[in-house]
């Protein structure tokens, strides 16, 4: 059933939680998706959130969990007891879930949650998880999977694997290990079926590309998107397997890195949205607002300091917020490629000097057609001579300037091992504003003097 959340749907919701009508309540949720309910109580207040979810069949309740924001499920889980959590939540789920909602729990309760588990291996496969950081292949993997050992028959495997599918899920692939655990391939069920059952599995296994446990989980995902993965086996340092991360999981990895890249393009620090509170959204957002203003002052300097200027010749003031325009522009433009490319890792082999004179050749021609543009404007409207030549120039050399900067920085901030995502946006705008201004008022002042 394809299901659209609207106001008046979330009005009638709302209605029938003040009236405790819980037959209508129960109506209105039974057929959705968790995805859809979590998103319905994501348009709840903290009270009617926890009314609704009381009333959920425990079978759901803990994929509804998964599918809420980490603050919405923050505040739906902290007045349920431990006993509830660990039952009715953590033991349906996945243990990458598991361990992924209980770190976020207060320390205290992660304890308490973990020792009222009932089943003592999914509890110490949780704790293992947890010792991960995050944002590593160890902190994304599953310890769910089905795995065979390599001298196995194709008949007894084919045993081992119903034993094993009955506690998973869902999977994509069958792991295949030697006696000590070490991950030796993996066995795709076509060539399962069709080999005969006497077979051993060790001869009809394919190799298989893993990660380890400290990969980055961007890594992990560029992994997966370039060999078109939809499950990839997790390792430890000497090869023994550990788990698995399955495509659902990169999807948020990517989602969340394409979200903190265009915030600090976009000149927020921080991991925030739209729900927080109004100190946490100002704190995020407050660090590039000084640098702006920051370099506002020191672009007003720089005008000041061409004061003179200004005065014999007013009408260059017209046209200052048009190369400031231009060199922020081209600037975002040469670095969000850039960024884009180190993101995905398509820059290829090309050294830094490459891509740089590529992006001169190509502002080189972006900047005289804007110059020339610029020009025939100028003329028609019967500025002088000296400004024409002032702007026009100007433009190219802002262009050209800016394309460098915009370029250069980020691939510069990659090398260190800082976020080339910051390299754009305010802090390269507002240094290409500054820059743009020496630059325009320089220009004209040769100008000028030329034709005096």
Known sequence: MNFELNREFIEKLQEAIQQQNNEQLQQMVSELHPADIAEILGELDDDERQYLFGLLPSEITADIIVELEEDERGELLKDLPS?????TVIEHMDSDDAADIISELPEEKQDEVLSNISDIEQAGDIVDLLNYA????????ATELVSVNEDLTVRNCIEEIRKQASEVDEFFYVFVTD???ILKG????KKLLLADDNELIKNIIEDVRSVKTDDDSEEVANIMRKYDLVSVPVVDSIGRLKGRITIDDVVDVIKDEAEE???LMSGITGDIDSNDSVFKLTRARIPWLLIGLAGGILGSLVIGGFDSQLIQHPEMAFFIPLIAAMGGNVAIQSSSIIV???ANNSLGFDSAGRKLVKEILVALVNGSVVALLALIYNIVMGQSFALCLTVSISLISVVLFAAIVGTSLPLAF??????PAVATGPFITTTNDIMGMVIYFFVSYQCYSWFQ
């Open 83 to 87: 006993q509830e959590i660990a039952h």
């Open 134 to 141: 995050p944002d590593t292949a160890g902190g994304l993997m």
């Open 179 to 181: 006696a000590q655990d």
């Open 186 to 189: 993996v066995l795709h069920l």
């Open 261 to 263: 890249d265009y915030q």
């Open 340 to 342: 884009q490319g180190l």
């Open 414 to 419: 990659n090398r260190i091992k800082i976020d």
